[in-house]
């Protein structure tokens, strides 16, 4: 039997060109979920690893789909060559269980692991770059300016919380937390 498995790492992200190339790709079931996959307990890939038998063949759209490192890789799939599993990752091709294809699967390994980190350093230093301006701060950009802000604190002079929160949109808990910020300065 053809098993499909796709993931992405956040909730925001789409999963449907994953689940469509699996699909035309055969795959009589497909397991799928929005999970990180620095995480090695990935609860749908756990499962599916558990019921994948001799003469099954796992299909996967990337290597970096189902393992978090060339070391993560290659037990994942020496664990299924021993189950007499097949391995397909569709943008390398069926992973053969010969001395060829480990060699090939354990250099594109090496190469995804290296791709991996190659984002995480970038973005490590495009943070250290932020932080050298002086108006960065880190974390989720405000929702709302300085202006509304205080154009809201002035409505709450006169109006209640919720009456504040249906004329400007911000939340009880916004105003709160403003309020606060402006009695401790």
Known sequence: MK???ARVSTVHQDLESQLQALEKEGCN????EKFTGTKAN??????LLAILKEGDTLVVTKLDRFARSTRDAIDIV???FDKGVKVHI???GLVENTPTGRLVFNVMSAFAEFERDMIVERTQEGKAIAKLREDFREGRPRKYGKKQIEHALRLLETHS???VEDLTGISKSTLIRA???QLNR
């Open 42 to 47: 990935r609860p749908q890939f756990q499962e």
């Open 179 to 181: 309020k606060k910020r």
């Open 90 to 92: 569709l943008n390398m």
């Open 3 to 5: 098993y499909g498995y």
């Open 29 to 32: 079931k497909i397991y799928s």
């Open 78 to 80: 020496t664990e299924l």
């Open 161 to 163: 919380y919720k009456q």
